[in-house]
């Protein structure tokens, strides 16, 4: 499977509501996640309660739309401009997070992710 076969099923889980799957299968057991503010998190079980903490901070999944995907199979490189548009628990308005993501993988798992992005109301 290419990496960008396997970005573009990370990405599938997302839209299916099933992305801690998609992070369970294709990511490192010592990943480093680079936030939008440059904040580092290190290791899979801080980053699986990142996750988790984000996902249970949502009302309502409204979807996600990707503009684009992109890989260089020589470097092990996926980038994904995406736009994910949710209702926080206690608001009542959709946000819509635009985002570029970065991976670099070694053989089938994401090493680091690095993440670029903006909120909107």
Wanted: glycine share 8%; hydrophobic share 30%; net charge negative.
């Amino acid at each position: 499977m290419s990496y960008f076969d396997k970005i573009s099923d990370i990405y599938d889980h997302i839209a299916q509501g099933t992305a801690m799957d998609a992070f369970e299968e294709y990511y490192a057991e010592d990943v480093t996640m680079i936030l939008e503010d440059g904040t580092a998190v290190e290791g899979k079980e801080a980053n699986r309660e990142r996750e988790n903490e984000f996902f249970s901070s949502v009302e309502e999944f409204h979807g996600i739309q990707v503009s684009g995907i992109t890989s260089n199979e020589d470097e092990g490189i996926t980038a994904v401009e995406s736009t994910m548009t949710v209702t926080f628990k206690g608001t009542d308005e959709p946000m819509d997070l635009e985002q570029v993501a970065v991976q670099h993988w070694d053989g089938d798992k994401i090493e680091t992710e690095r993440f670029y992005g903006t909120q909107t109301d």
